[in-house]
């Protein structure tokens, strides 16, 4: 019989890899891929811990995917073994499709999310398989019939949102985020189809829905990892007007030609290679364009990247209520004669945007607590300790961003 591998993790211990065909998975170099990837963007800026990778999250969510399923199994659910490789690996690859630096650049190297590109990995990744994947898709898709399964991936109380937020607690430090998967899991039911958590996991979920809360503001949302992030944004924007006006700039091959060119779903479609090209990227490409970059001609770029490589990050404040124009264009005024560069380039100076988060969305996949009268009730109405109307209503902030001239 042969050994199954196992794996070190910083969060859960010694973790077991459970299926012969997830070991070649993660074997294969697209997944390698995503240990240069870094889960939180440039958020180790802030948090100097922060380093840790897409890598790190997809096993740790395939550990808890393990662990949930045979929760439900113990609790008389029929789950084949055909079921629980596919769920393993539908969570497994679930962010295999995210670009360098995570939701950061997302939508901007390419005009495509992150879920679309992992479909399409799975689906090039099914054939070389010979068809082993074909389950772990329609779980992943929503098109499998035991619905449960798809929302152990992708729900308002997913594997995926329990392995992030206390990896992500535990790398930045910051304990708001910890929660008690381990008891949320244990609690986990299946009624009418869908994934339910029984009545005694009431509070571990009013816990996690809170420390979902904190987590964006206070990390997700961190006002200089916005700073950090929006400078990044603006880097490539300005890489690609340059790339696409004919400049030369350094970079390696991929990273040049998807600044040089605006791909979409038609182009993944129609060209193959696009998505070999895509698997290509990582941070280090666009690092190292950046390091290099900061020593451009174009002034625009070259002071974005400099600060940025510096940690001289702009300036940022954070509002309830847009900024005035007037406030705009009088920044925008002094950057321009400050730096001496042309007022319509001052727009890649000058950042403006606005940030939203809702820890918990009623009536969208629900979070639905079963009573031991059988009654099923949504957290929402549920708990008697939070106002989760409250931490379900959408919270927008605007921001303004500049480089720092001084008082």
Known sequence: MKRKKIINDPVYGFITIPFDTVQRIIDHPWFQRLARIRQLGLTSLVYPGALHTRFHHALGAMYLMTTAIDTLRSKGHEITEEEAEAATIAILLHDIGHGPFSHALENLLVHVDHEYLSDLFMQRLNQEFQG?????????????????????????????????????????????GVISSERI????EVAGGN?????????SVEKFIIARRLMYWQVYLHKTTLAAEHMLISIIKRARELCQNG???????????????DYGKKDFESRSELLDLFALLDDFDVLSAVKSWANHPDKTLSILCKSLIDRRLFKISISKSSPEQQQIDS???????????????????????????SAYKVNENNINILFKDGRLTDIAEASDNLNISSLSSTVTKYFLASPYLGS
């Open 247 to 261: 400049e030369q700039l350094f970079g390696s091959g991929p990273l040049l030609d998807f600044l040089s060119n």
């Open 185 to 188: 899991i244990k609690m986990l």
């Open 195 to 203: 994934l339910v958590v029984e009545e005694k996991g009431l509070y």
């Open 132 to 176: 082993k994947l074909t389950e772990a898709i329609r779980i992943f898709n929503d098109e499998h019939p035991k619905k449960f399964l798809h929302q152990l991936v992708s729900s308002q109380l997913d594997v995926d949102r329990l392995d992030y937020l206390n990896r992500d607690s535990f790398f930045t430090g910051v304990s708001e």
């Open 331 to 357: 920044i925008k005024q002094k950057i321009s004669a400050h730096f001496n560069v042309d007022l319509n380039l001052a727009d890649y100076l000058v950042l403006t945007g606005k940030v939203w988060n």
